[in-house]
């Protein structure tokens, strides 16, 4: 044990029961045998068997040995136990024991915090395992120390406070990370505060509530970090700054679509795990800008037509809660109304797969780690992002009318829609899938409303077409005119199509609002850019359920 480069072998006993714990620092991880009973009658009859010597064989057969094995990685915390069981038996005996705590995947992409302890008679031996195990979790630089936490206690079903007190700062607090955590007293509190806040403090900053929440800790911190690089956020063109402190999103909002599609699931304390064990996701990040003014920043789903009309509908029925969602689609999808105006924009290369893919993005996707050599080379050479690469395809102009006009940064999974909006997208790659849903018949759009029941194509219809791109053009028909910036090629190449001849269009003759993130936007002609792997998330993910 005192040479590091020595599996740690010694007599200890897990849970009573005698096994051998492995510590070995070339393959960091912690294994140990435990003797698992077959059942509950054999657990009873194998302990009368482990008194008895000579029954060893029948002692294994009924209790067969499972071998685990923890990274150091999922590591959370070591602690020695003799402050807990100074009770009489144990100082009879004399053993000495240390707990290790780590997380353990459990269904459907559920994480846990779980405990093995570990006894021995020597204490010497003891001591040396908690400080191999500590030197271990010291050499584990991507986990943060300091956090910066924000709490909104009115999202959702108003339980941020105590979801955060109750599951998540105990376990921030077993392995050892630090907060400063402030409750919001009104909207836009965080955002505002992270412009004054000293940053270089922290390791990360953790949004505690829903999207809406998770979106202006997204705000300030993007905006900070282009007020520090003095960066004009009004140029659509300019290639923004990322953001390097992670951000954490323990969920206790309405829908919580954001944490979803990056954890696979909803769960605070899943997603406190990854933040402690410092998981690392890029993500992309779309501006949107309205004739060279900001408007917004999306990470999930910016709707025109269908899902401009629910949110703007739904707003009205606050007071109903998030049924409000239901009631509201119900009555959208009754008006039928399509709008019309011109989309244009520039398909991205090939190489970063197609909307129509049959697999899904999941940690490790090798079309996003992809991305991040690219950005890294970028970035070294002072750019910022990925825009305007010499590959990139040729500008599309699209014009028609439309009952939806859907642009998915993610894949917009939610317990609801557990494949999204546009299953095949990705995370980090710096890329849309832009979904164009063309004026149908009501059982049509039913149809194409439904489609995430359906396992095959989802755009497998003659009145849906899907592109990804890597940055797109939108005017409705009555504002086509209201372009005004020529000296931008693509603009202009946009305003050669639409002449501004607008006679019987037979459209409802009222534009629609953006739906960006769930938050409505004040503009309809929108010019809108993916920013590759702006900012990052304490998450890994999506990973292969192995339990389902
Ligand atoms: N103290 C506060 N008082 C009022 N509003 C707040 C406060 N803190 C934050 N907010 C705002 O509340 C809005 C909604 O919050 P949040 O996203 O946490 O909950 P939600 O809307 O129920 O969940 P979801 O967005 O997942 O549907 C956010 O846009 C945020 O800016």
């Known amino acids: 044990m005192e040479s590091a480069r020595r599996p740690l072998v010694s007599q200890l006993w897990v849970k009573n029961r005698r096994n051998e714990a492995v510590l070995d620092p070339e393959r960091p991880a912690l294994s140990w045998k435990e003797l698992q009973p077959k059942s509950g009658r054999g657990l009873c009859l194998a302990r009368v068997l482990h008194r008895a010597r000579g029954l060893i064989g029948r002692l294994t057969e009924q209790y067969p040995s499972v071998c685990h094995s923890v990274p150091i990685s999922e590591i959370i915390a070591v602690e020695t136990e003799q402050k807990r069981y100074n009770s009489d038996t144990w100082q009879k005996f004399n053993h000495h024991a240390f707990t290790v705590h780590y997380a353990q995947r459990a269904q459907k992409h559920c994480w846990r915090c779980s405990a093995v302890t570990f006894w021995c008679k020597d204490e010497e031996l003891c001591h040396q395992w908690i400080q191999a195990i500590k030197k271990l979790l010291e050499l584990q630089t991507s986990r943060p120390k300091h956090l910066l936490v924000y709490i909104n206690p009115y999202g959702g079903k108003q339980q941020g406070k105590q979801i955060y007190e109750q599951k998540v700062a105990p376990l921030f607090s077993l392995a050892s990370i630090t907060t400063d955590v402030i409750v919001t007293e009104r909207a836009n509190h965080a955002k505002d505060d992270l412009f004054e806040v000293n940053l270089e403090k922290y390791d990360g900053v953790i949004s505690v509530g829903g999207d809406g929440m998770f979106s202006e800790v997204m705000h300030g911190l993007i905006g900070r970090m282009q007020k520090d690089s003095s960066i004009d956020q009004n140029n659509p063109s300019a290639p923004l700054a990322p953001c390097n402190l992670r951000i954490g999103i323990i969920p206790a909002g309405s829908t919580d679509c954001i944490c979803y599609a990056t954890v696979g699931i909803n769960d605070p304390v899943t997603s406190a795990l990854h933040i ?61 109304h399509y709008y019309e105006g011109t989309v244009s924009f520039q398909q991205a290369n090939q190489t970063l797969g197609s909307p129509r893919d049959k697999s899904t993005c999941q940690s490790g996707c090798y079309i996003c780690k992809q991305s991040t050599q690219e950005v890294e080379e970028k970035r070294k050479r002072h750019h910022y992002n990925l825009e305007e690469t010499e590959d990139d395809g040729d500008w599309k102009v699209i014009r028609g009318k439309f009952m939806a006009i859907n642009a998915a940064n993610m894949s917009c999974a939610c317990p609801r829609s557990p494949k999204g909006l546009s299953p095949a997208a990705h995370l980090a790659a710096g890329t849309i899938d832009l979904i164009l849903v063309r004026r149908c018949s009501r059982l049509n759009f039913l149809r194409h409303l439904v489609r995430h029941k359906n396992q095959d194509d989802q755009f497998d219809l003659a009145f849906v077409e899907v592109y990804r791109v890597k940055t797109f053009l939108f005017t409705p028909k009555h504002s086509e005119n209201e372009d005004t910036d020529n000296k931008d090629v693509r603009k202009k190449h946009f305003n050669q199509i639409c002449n501004g001849n607008h006679s019987s269009c037979g459209c409802n003759h009222v534009n629609s609002i953006w739906n960006c993130d769930g938050e409505a936007l004040d503009h309809a002609a929108v010019e809108v850019r993916v920013h590759c792997q702006l900012i990052k998330l304490f998450a890994r993910g999506i990973e292969e359920d192995s339990k389902p």
């Open 276 to 336: 402690i064990i410092g998981d690392l996701q890029h993500m992309d990040v779309c501006s949107v800008h309205h004739n060279n003014t900001f408007l917004k920043y999306s990470v999930s789903l910016l709707g025109y037509g269908f899902y401009g009309d629910v949110l703007k509908d739904s707003e009205k029925n606050r007071w109903m809660g998030p049924t409000r969602y239901d009631f509201s689609g119900f009555k959208t999808f009754l008006s039928h």
